[in-house]
């Protein structure tokens, strides 16, 4: 079983992974997606959409919206926090999921992207992706990326409101291909490690897999804002057009 198919990770962090803060967030964030993608209506695919943070929203803007993703206990609470609006829910993995000339947009944000074994599965799914746009049809996908990764601490530690602490270290994989994240959740006198790996790429990298899956232009950023991929990058975002 892959790690991401482990239904008691998602239950154990989600309070870390999707706080108050983080829906919070979000309204700014699709606010950034729809300026940068330049994609203000139309039919929307959330690749990977955990609770529906951004869905729901994109669903509120008039937006015609299917979410994906292949966790049943993130889609549960997708459907919680998306009640009552047009969203329609998936349960499908990645790979699986393509509707050839549907979609006006595609997203994958929150490093929704990457869990797979191989670059190889990774560019199937943007092929599907690519497949799934109409033309002209624009993708934004944002991930951690290897070069501001370089630049920031890799340990991390948080107490949630609930009391809960979070500790969390990263470690980059022989030849930068490859990161392996180290969680531990404490819960009073109970502690839970859970061990997890993504594929990491450079700005360079995942523009050249973003071409070779079909997408004829390819622009990279270093935040959803549309800032630089430079040294001052705090994510690798990029806008791919089908």
Same mark, same amino acid.
């Given at each position: 079983?892959?790690?991401?198919?482990?239904?008691?990770?998602?239950?154990?962090?989600?309070?870390?992974?999707?706080?108050?803060?983080?829906?919070?967030?979000?309204?700014?964030?699709?606010?950034?997606?729809?300026?940068?993608?330049?994609?203000?209506?139309?039919?929307?695919?959330?690749?990977?959409?955990?609770?529906?943070?951004?869905?729901?929203?994109?669903?509120?803007?008039?937006?015609?919206?299917?979410?994906? @993703?292949?966790?049943?206990?993130? $889609?549960?609470?997708? #459907?919680?926090?998306? !009640?009552? =609006?047009?969203? /329609?829910? &998936?349960?499908?993995?990645?790979?699986?999921?393509?509707?050839?000339?549907?979609?006006?947009?595609?997203?994958?944000?929150?490093?929704?992207?990457?869990?797979? @074994?191989?670059?190889?599965?990774? $560019?199937?799914?943007? #092929?599907?992706?690519? !497949?799934? =746009?109409?033309? /002209?049809? &624009?993708?934004?996908?944002?991930?951690?990326?290897?070069?501001?990764?370089?630049?920031?601490?890799?340990?991390?530690?948080?107490?949630?409101?609930?009391?809960?602490?979070?500790?969390?270290?990263?470690?980059?994989?022989?030849?930068?291909?490859?990161?392996?994240?180290?969680?531990?959740? &404490?819960?009073?006198?109970?502690?839970?490690?859970?061990?997890?790996?993504?594929?990491?790429?450079?700005?360079?990298?995942?523009?050249?897999?973003?071409?070779?899956?079909?997408?004829?232009?390819?622009?990279?950023?270093?935040?959803?804002?549309?800032?630089?991929?430079?040294?001052?990058?705090?994510?690798?975002?990029?806008?791919?057009?089908?």
């Amino acid at each position: 079983m892959h790690w991401f198919e482990n239904e008691s990770f998602w239950k154990a962090f989600y309070p870390a992974m999707f706080g108050e803060q983080r829906f919070a967030q979000a309204a700014a964030e699709v606010e950034q997606v729809i300026a940068l993608s330049r994609v203000a209506s139309g039919a929307a695919v959330d690749l990977g959409c955990g609770p529906a943070r951004h869905s729901a929203l994109l669903a509120q803007r008039g937006f015609s919206v299917t979410a994906v @993703d292949r966790s049943p206990f993130l $889609l549960s609470k997708a #459907r919680e926090h998306a !009640a009552g =609006l047009a969203v /329609e829910f &998936v349960e499908s993995d990645m790979r699986a999921f393509v509707r050839p000339g549907a979609f006006d947009l595609a997203i994958s944000l929150f490093t929704s992207f990457g869990y797979l @074994d191989s670059p190889e599965d990774d $560019l199937a799914v943007l #092929r599907n992706v690519k !497949a799934s =746009l109409k033309p /002209e049809g &624009v993708f934004i996908i944002d991930v951690v990326g290897s070069e501001p990764l370089a630049a920031r601490p890799f340990d991390h530690w948080e107490q949630l409101a609930n009391g809960d602490l979070v500790v969390s270290h990263a470690e980059v994989l022989p030849g930068w291909s490859r990161l392996r994240n180290h969680w531990l959740l &404490v819960q009073g006198e109970k502690a839970q490690q859970f061990v997890f790996e993504l594929n990491l790429y450079s700005g360079k990298e995942l523009a050249e897999m973003l071409r070779q899956a079909g997408f004829s232009e390819v622009q990279i950023f270093g935040s959803l804002a549309g800032t630089r991929y430079d040294a001052t990058a705090t994510r690798l975002v990029a806008r791919a057009v089908a």
